[in-house]
């Protein structure tokens, strides 16, 4: 049985955030609460699999966000370019997880279908609810529809042996978790999921949501997908860099597990 090795590639941060950005109830919303962007390698014998593809210059600057390091140039330590991804996992279709699916013109993209319906639906007719998402990176995933390199999962999909998406919808409706298996045993990539291990750790809702209950249900979901709670890695905490192994650079290995402790709250 396949084993993985999953590492995290920290592309981006967001440092003039509070805690009120974080988390809808808090008791200390001023205080301030620094963000990490990543963007996770999984690599099995010949197979290099990318998930999410983070965001790249030219999306820094519309939005006024800029990025520590471009996605193409993130897989150079693994002596890597975009042409040799053949498969990426998309979580959801927000700009910092999908706003480089253009890099990678070789690869099978795999997208929840519920994530492709809202993304594209009337939904998006609502300011609040499209902020996240940038109309050039969903006419991408299309175009990859027209192209025949989209596969779409409906809730429970299997990606690779030893690698599995499952729809947690919540923070975008068609969220997608990634389950797999390493050699510390099964870890749950939460991506947006919980943002913070403080969202699901003390069932804290994150305020940008499509739907509150089923990002409340989502936070035992994903704890239910690892091996064990410190197995859920979640998608923008900067408290991963210091509880992994770092392997230089930008780069953290997650598969061997956690070095240190997770937070208690």
Request: charged residues 20%.
């Amino acid at each position: 049985m396949s084993e993985w090795e999953v590492f995290a590639i920290r592309y981006a941060e967001r440092n003039a955030r509070t805690r009120a950005d974080s988390f809808v109830f808090d008791d200390h919303r001023a205080d301030a609460h620094d963000m990490d962007y990543f963007m996770w390698l999984l690599r099995s014998d010949d197979r290099k699999i990318l998930v999410d593809t983070g965001y790249d210059a030219a999306e820094a600057a519309a939005r006024d966000r800029p990025i520590l390091i471009d996605p193409r140039a993130a897989l150079a330590p693994f002596g890597l370019t975009p042409d040799d991804i053949d498969t990426v996992i998309v979580t959801h279709l927000h700009y910092d997880h999908a706003g480089g699916l253009h890099l990678f013109p070789n690869a099978q993209l795999h997208l929840q279908a519920a994530e492709m319906a809202y993304a594209t639906g009337p939904c998006m007719c609502h300011d609040v609810l499209r902020m996240p998402f940038t109309g050039d990176h969903v006419c991408t995933a299309v175009k990859a529809l027209y192209q025949g390199r989209l596969t779409f999962h409906q809730g429970d999909g299997q990606v690779a042996e030893g690698i599995t998406v499952h729809c947690i919808g919540g923070h975008s409706k068609g969220l997608q978790a990634v389950r797999v298996r390493t050699g510390a045993g099964w870890l749950c990539l939460a991506s947006d999921a919980a943002h913070y291990y403080e969202n699901y750790l003390a069932a804290k809702p994150f305020p940008i949501v499509a739907d509150v209950a089923e990002m409340l249900n989502g936070f035992a979901r994903i704890q239910s997908l690892a091996s064990r709670p410190e197995l859920v890695v979640p998608g923008h905490d900067p408290l991963v860099r210091s509880l992994f192994p770092h392997e230089g650079g930008a780069v953290w290995r997650l598969s061997s597990g956690p070095t240190e402790k997770l937070p208690t709250y």
